[in-house]
């Protein structure tokens, strides 16, 4: 970890007013250090930056950037909590080889997770039941084989995918993976608040990491942002569930950008949130259906840390030829369902029901959890 000498220049540079990354990546690469900049002249730096920010350098330490400093070094200090700079020996090796490296990160928990091999798991904060179950059984299953999931602790698969790899290296902490939360504040609030308990078993069992400064809240324009580290952090990217448009597809396209392989699990071709795996798998992402497929993958590319075992099982049930599940299913209402979303009226006109005969079968088997009712009223089987 950097000196905690070194920090204070480091952590003033990234305060500096009108140094950016950009800027600072900029002045590092004339000046080497943090310490090298505030020692250099106006000239020297009028050669790397505008007038205005050479003036803004050279300027005294303001009282507000001292007390951040002060903060961030008590925070430092505390067991579990580390500040990594681009000079630190400690600092991702991985993501040295983005386009844009983060200056700082703010890291809570296990620090080694960062060198292990890992994979991110992301997909839509609006998951269905089954998207839910993927990403938790999938991360279970992967976490188990000793790879790291990394994933942003938002709501819905993001949330499912850090549960599932908790709960592989709470069972097998010698051998299996565990996860990392990259974060869109500072290390030191928990957003979305309900994750909460969430956010402190990570920290114990896994890390947070972020880029921003100890303080920083909720700001929507960070949480785009931040997905370059969550796919640079990872060897791979893996897609849950995506509408057409989403932050996932954000995070897809710079793992690609970043030399990263795509994987993504198909769904329905009738749900909105399988859109986006369908265009990922259209434009040269990888359909995986378990995590067998995705551990072949990865061990195609010699990742060490990856135990290729003929053990591991699909994470989510196959899926039956419909003909068998037809022949099955002893419940008229999951036969005319399908695995396709429904509209009530749809469904009551293929089994013959009323309305209100249909809608005390569709509540007794969504409290059983075999159904779910999408967005805009349609269901869709989960089991």
């Known amino acids: 970890m950097t000196a905690a000498q070194d920090l204070p220049a480091w952590l003033r540079l990234a305060a500096t007013t009108g140094v950016g990354p950009d800027t600072a990546r900029k002045l590092l690469g004339a000046f080497g250090l943090p310490e090298n900049i505030f020692s250099a002249d106006t000239v020297a730096l009028a050669k790397v930056v505008s ?3 050479a003036q803004a350098l050279l300027a005294p330490t303001s009282t507000t950037t001292q007390a951040l400093i002060d903060r961030t070094l008590t925070w430092a200090g505390e067991p579990g909590n580390h500040v990594l700079t681009l000079g ?5 090796a991985r993501l040295l080889e983005i ?3 983060p200056i700082m990160l703010y890291v809570k928990g296990r620090i080694e997770l960062l060198a292990k091999g890992s994979l991110a798991v992301v997909g839509s904060r609006n998951a269905t039941a089954q998207g839910l179950a993927n990403a938790e059984e999938f991360s279970a299953a992967l976490g188990g084989s000793g790879l790291t999931i990394v994933s942003g602790l938002a709501l819905g698969i993001d949330t499912a995918a850090h549960r599932g ?12 993976g565990s996860t990392i939360a990259v974060i869109g504040t500072g290390a030191d609030i928990v957003y979305p608040a309900r994750n909460r308990a969430l956010a402190h078993e990570i920290a ?11 303080g920083v809240p909720a700001i929507s324009s960070n949480f ?4 370059r580290i969550i796919s640079g952090l990872a060897q791979a990217v893996l897609v849950v569930e995506a509408a057409a448009r989403s932050g996932s597809l954000i995070t897809a396209r710079m793992a690609a950008e970043q030399g990263r392989d795509v994987f993504a699990i198909p769904g329905s071709i009738h749900s909105p949130l399988a859109k986006g795996c369908h265009q990922l798998i259209k434009q040269g992402a990888k359909l995986v259906e378990s995590a067998q497929d995705v551990l072949e993958e990865l061990q195609s590319v010699d990742l060490p840390c990856v135990r290729l075992t003929t053990h591991v099982e699909p994470t989510v049930p196959a899926e039956p030829d419909l003909l068998t599940v037809v022949e099955n299913t002893t419940n008229p209402v999951l036969h005319a369902i399908g695995f396709d ?3 009530h009226d749809d469904l009551a006109s293929r089994c013959g029901l009323t309305s209100a005969e249909l809608a005390a079968q569709l509540l007794t088997l969504e409290l059983e959890g075999k159904i779910e009712m999408l967005a805009g009223g349609a269901y869709q089987r989960i089991c």
């Open 88 to 92: 630190d020996p400690a600092y991702p």
């Open 99 to 101: 386009a844009d490296p």
């Open 204 to 214: 114990e069992y896994g890390c947070i990491v972020s880029e921003y400064p100890l």
């Open 51 to 53: 007038a205005r920010v």
């Open 224 to 227: 785009p942002r931040r997905n």
């Open 165 to 176: 790899s908790l709960r592989a290296a709470v069972s097998s902490p010698a051998t299996a």
């Open 341 to 343: 979303p429904v509209r």
